[in-house]
C-alpha cells in the first residue's frame, strides 16, 4: 500500500510541477488559466486519493467546493479575454 | 500449497481497487502536466487539460465511494462528477474560443479550420 502511496505522490508531484513549469513560462494568459485549472484538478486527486488510501470522507465537500471555484476562474479570465464579446 | 494466493501480504479486494484507481488518477495527473509542457499551442495544451479534470475525478470519487460506501459519500460523489462534468466542457470551451479569436494557436497544426473558408481552389472538390 506505501508504494502506491509513493508513486501516487511522485505522478502527482511531477503533473503538478509541469502545470507550474507552464504557468511560469506560458507565453499567453490563456496558457496560465489551463495550468492553473489542471493544478487545482491534481490538488482535487491529491486530496481525493488520501481520503481513498486512509479511508476517511471528511475532505469530500471539499472536492465538491474546489470543482466549482476550479472552473470559475477559467470561465471568468477567458471571458474577458476573447477580443469579440459577443457574450 | 500455503494458501489460494498469498503473497507474503495480507490484502483484501479494497485495497487492490483503491490502488488501482489511485494510480489511474495519479497517472492522468502525470500525463497532464507532461502535456502542458509539451504540446505546442494553446489549443493542443486544452486536450491535456482535460484529462484530471474528468477521468481523474471520476477515477478518485469512484475509489472515496468504493472505499467507504454511504449514502451521503455517494450522493455527495455523484454530484461532484455531475458539477465537474459540467462545468469543464464550459471552461473548455470559453478558453478555447479565446484562444482562437486572440490567434494563440498555430495554423499548420491544424488539421480542419472550419471557421475560416478554404481557399476556392480547395473548395473545387465539394
Redesign the interface.
Known sequence: MIVVVVIAGLLMAAGAVGALWRIIRGPSALDRIIASDVLVATAMCAIGAEMAINRHTDTLPVLLGLALFGIVGSVSVARFLASRDDT | MTGPLDLGFD?DLR?IV??V???L?????????????RFPD?LS??H??TK??IL??V???A??A???P?VG?IT??V??VF??SL??P??AH??G???Y??G?FRADTLVVDEFTPPPPAARGGR
Open positions: 490484502f485495497d483503491t490502488a484507481l489511485v494510480l488518477s495519479a497517472l492522468m495527473c502525470f500525463a497532464a502536466g507532461v502535456g502542458l509542457i494553446v495544451r486544452l491535456a487539460a484530471p479534470q481523474g475525478i477515477a478518485i470519487v475509489d472515496v468504493v472505499t467507504n454511504s459519500t455527495l460523489a454530484a461532484i458539477f465537474q462545468t469543464a464550459v471552461s470559453m478558453a474560443r479565446a484562444a479569436r486572440t494563440h
